[in-house]
């Protein structure tokens, strides 16, 4: 196969620049100092000047470039980072999600700091940096503090809206501990709508009965109902904070009776557990992150 000559970038490719570089078919002549400025990596690499006047050195022309390619590094993630390393003042923001992912990616195989303080510090108010994606990234570069909030953010979201895009970007395992635990809240909203609180009656309670049906036709028909909604948004406690007691079947309820009843409801804390299940499954995905 005829390879076709490469191409000097238009922009990145400086007349005073001195070290020549290669990526698909794309050359760049690039200052040395800029590069070890920003990257502990290029610094390293031009730390022992080369003898010139015996040897060819990678990088000393278009002839002879320092080769990208065989480190399988992607035109398109270079040039990023030179928009980065050169033109910073330039970008406009939001700058496209593929520019941040490049920048990342680079930053950390050629230990950039400025570049992945510049990504940690832009992507999360980006309009397409999606749960899914900074779950991928957390577990790509172990960035571990971003696992957690967007492992929520997708709890919360209706298994609808999760797509398959989606689960590709988490992985496997972020996805199964994600419908794992979505099943179990589920599961644990069945059972709390199905199983009432017991009623702690007051001393001015005349009717015990009358009193505990009461408080049960609420739970079914007023908690419960709302609970298992399948539009509901809001969380058990949520709900049960809403309530009014003046107003349906609560208001003919002995009000100190309804006002012990809640007392005990909140001492228990029945709500946590939903809490656990995220809790329990955050510490599990953060471990299985650390482990890759
Ligand atoms: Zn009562």
Redo the contacts with the bound molecule.
Sequence with gaps: MVQSSPIRDARYYFSDGVVVLLCQGVLYKLHKTRLSMKSEFFLDLFKFPQNTSTTVVDGQDDDHPLRLDDSGIQNVDFRHLLVFLYDQDEIVAPAALQFHLSVLKLSMLWRIPSGIKYVKQQLPSHPEFTPAIQIQLSRQYDIIDWAGPAFRDLIEQPLDDIKLADSKHMGIVAFYKLIQVKHRVADYKVAMAFHPPD?H??FG?DD?NA?SRLWESFWWGGFAKQLLHPNNKKKPAEILLELNPNKGVLSHM?PT?LQYTMEGIWENNPFNDEQEFMDEALIDLSSWIISL
Excluded: T
């Design positions: 009623v009656h007051s309670c015990e009193c002995h009776c």
